[in-house]
Nanobody, 124 residues
Framework: QVQLVESGGGLVQAGGSLRLSCAAS????????MGWFRQIPGKEREFVAA????????DYADSVKGRFTISRDNAKNTVYLQMNSLKPEDTAVYYC?????????????????WGKGTLVTVSS
């Protein structure tokens, strides 16, 4: 089992920044993708960003490219999501996710482990 614990959500004005953190513990895969999804009530959970634990290659949804940056700290088993130039439409619950890299890490059905989520609210 892998445990994921998110932190860093909160309320911010449009144009502001937040940094989310996700600490992982427990069993780890030899090659893992860790990342973030978000969900608005009544809508499906959507992919935001992911990073490969080995090598650090990153992938982003088009809606956040150029504004969000995902990074990792191998020593701390922690993934970060730096969110800049936030917009009201970024308001959602953000979930940390982990899955073996050979799976399609952009698809919720292929994610093996989820955190409980952290709320990000962007006011206009």
């Amino acid at each position: 089992q892998v445990q994921l614990v998110e932190s860093g959500g909160g309320l911010v004005q449009a144009g502001g920044s937040l940094r989310l953190s996700c600490a992982a513990s427990g069993r780890t895969f030899s090659d893992t993708a860790m990342g973030w999804f978000r969900q608005i009530p009544g809508k499906e959970r959507e992919f935001v960003a992911a990073i490969r634990w080995i090598g650090g290659s990153a992938d982003y949804a088009d809606s956040v490219k150029g504004r969000f940056t995902i990074s990792r700290d191998n020593a701390k088993n922690t993934v970060y999501l730096q969110m800049n130039s936030l917009k009201p439409e970024d308001t959602a619950v953000y979930y940390c996710a982990a899955t073996p890299y050979y799976k399609d890490y952009k698809i919720t059905g292929d994610v093996d482990y989820w955190g409980k989520g952290t709320l990000v609210t962007v006011s206009s």
